[in-house]
């Protein structure tokens, strides 16, 4: 059971926006920075966030992510049959001393 | 960015050992280090431990302490996880990646399957 908790899944038509949420405690997202990752079942994951709203070259804009307090979000505009995939947040847990990653979101277009 | 590319996939018997492999393409070691995660079969992603580029400093996940060992060879840019006492539920894909200090994995290795079963 991770302390990092997601949606199941999230769903929206092509073009339109969905919203993930990553809900933690102040030994994680309250004093860490947060990472958010697509991984398409099967390939390797893809970072797609780093240092909680950072993208990577090559990670289009339509792919964005805030954090305040506890929580974080990750948010996909113009939604695509590609963007068909499992994502998650990660950070590191003091408590814990180690990386956590969150319990996962499928989303669905 | 850097390609990692891992060891192929691994059958093991419950209470062996598996060591996977993870090269690089460049002189990795520019990152904060490496770290391992994997993904059972119908779970999600979790954490396994990290090795330090710097010293060598490894953090292993609570749940797999005294059973996973990780080093590197900073002449063949590879690093290597070793599990040991294998389990049924140590079956999964095991992705290496490198880590950057500020808490994220930026490049990925394409996965080594583990199976574990008698």
């Known amino acids: 059971q991770s302390v990092l908790t997601q949606p199941p899944s999230v769903s929206a038509a092509p073009g339109q926006k969905v919203t993930i949420s990553c809900s933690g405690s102040?030994?994680?997202?309250?004093?860490?920075?947060v990472s958010w990752y697509q991984h398409f079942p099967g390939t390797a994951p893809k970072l797609l966030i780093y240092?909680?709203?950072k993208r990577p070259s090559g990670i289009p804009d339509r792919f964005s992510a805030s954090k305040s307090g506890t929580s974080a979000t990750l948010g996909i505009t113009g939604l695509q049959t590609g963007d068909e995939a499992d994502y998650y947040c990660?950070?590191?847990?003091?408590?814990?001393?180690?990386?956590?990653f969150g319990t996962g979101t499928k989303v669905s277009v | 960015q850097v390609q990692l590319v891992q060891s192929g996939s691994e059958v093991k018997k419950p209470g062996a050992s598996v060591k996977v492999s993870c090269k690089a393409s460049?002189?990795?070691?520019?990152?904060?280090?490496f770290g391992w995660v994997r993904q059972a079969p119908g779970q999600g992603l979790e954490w396994v431990g990290y090795?330090?580029?710097?010293?060598?400093?490894?953090?292993?996940a609570q749940s797999l302490r005294g059973r996973v060992f990780m080093t590197t060879d900073t002449s063949t840019n590879t690093a290597y996880m070793e599990l040991r006492s294998l389990r049924s539920d140590d079956t999964a894909v095991y992705y290496c990646?490198?880590?950057f200090g500020t808490g994220y994995y930026r490049d990925w290795g394409q996965g080594t399957l583990l199976t574990v079963s008698s």
């Open positions: 102040s030994s994680n997202i309250g004093s860490k920075y």
């Open positions: 990660g950070t590191w847990d003091s408590t814990l001393s180690g990386y956590v």
């Open positions: 090795i330090s580029a710097y010293n060598g400093y490894t953090n292993y």
């Open positions: 240092d909680n709203d």
């Open positions: 990646a490198t880590w």
């Open positions: 460049t002189d990795a070691f520019t990152t904060s280090g």
